[in-house]
């Protein structure tokens, strides 16, 4: 591993254990109780560190596809395979930050009914990543942004990551169904700041899932965009038979 690729590391941990502190303090006192003095003690970091993180109080629990890494950006504007293929690739990098935080997406909703600074967060954070793809797509094609093809790749982009994220979501809720109540599962916890690992005690490791046939209980979000893309891919052009 490299001397980039081990800063990398430390920086997704650092923001994991971080994160992890906040949603488990807003779960335990409520977002107006949560404070960023507390989060960087439970995290273990200084309150610096926080905000070389995250920008504000809220972005804290904002969950959602973050922008995806320059090099991919590129990659996909460079790309001469399949648009769809290149799109799901790139979609993965920026949906990785999620793979730790599956046990709280049950919770998200509530939390951003609850608090208007959150909702704001989380329209800015998608802002941020649509300009983003758009950008990219609009390089790729070589079209401006206002080009239907364009606007067709961004909602494309979107239909994507919704439908995967939901497979990715529902993939643990219904393991955890022969494990406990629904409200348990519900109100499940990070396994700790710092551990990355944001999984309730029923989820298990992720499995790997191919389009047409029944996956495994588990399924990692970028297999479950993997699954999508693939699935838009055989529809739009199936293969003869």
Request: hydrophobic fraction near 45%; glycine fraction near 8%.
């Amino acid at each position: 591993m490299t001397r980039t690729d081990l800063r990398a590391a430390h920086t997704r941990r650092t923001r994991a254990a971080i994160r992890a502190a906040a949603l488990a303090l807003t779960r335990e006192r409520g977002y107006a109780a949560m404070t960023i003095d507390d989060v960087a003690a439970l995290a273990g970091v200084s309150r610096r560190t926080v905000f070389n993180h995250f920008s504000s109080k809220a972005e804290l629990l904002v969950i959602g596809p973050e922008t995806p890494e320059p090099e991919a950006i590129e990659a996909f504007v460079a790309g001469s395979g399949p648009l769809l293929e290149d799109l799901g690739t790139l979609l993965i990098s920026g949906a990785q930050a999620l793979e730790p935080e599956r046990a709280w997406l049950m919770a998200f909703p509530q939390i951003v009914r609850d608090n208007p600074e959150v909702e704001r967060a989380v329209h800015e954070r998608f802002q941020a990543v649509e300009r983003v793809l758009e950008d990219a797509a609009s390089r790729r094609l070589g079209l401006p942004s206002s080009a239907p093809q364009v606007r067709a790749v961004l909602a494309l982009s979107s239909a994507v990551q919704k439908a995967a994220i939901r497979m990715w979501a529902a993939s643990c809720d219904a393991d955890d169904g022969a494990n406990g109540p629904a409200d348990d599962r519900r109100a499940g916890t990070p396994d700790g700041p710092g551990t990355g690992s944001g999984r309730t005690g029923g989820c298990h490791e992720p499995a790997t899932a191919s389009v047409g046939e029944q996956s495994d209980p588990i399924l990692s979000l970028a297999d479950a965009v993997r699954a999508v893309t693939a699935a838009i891919g055989e529809i739009i052009a199936p293969t003869s038979q």
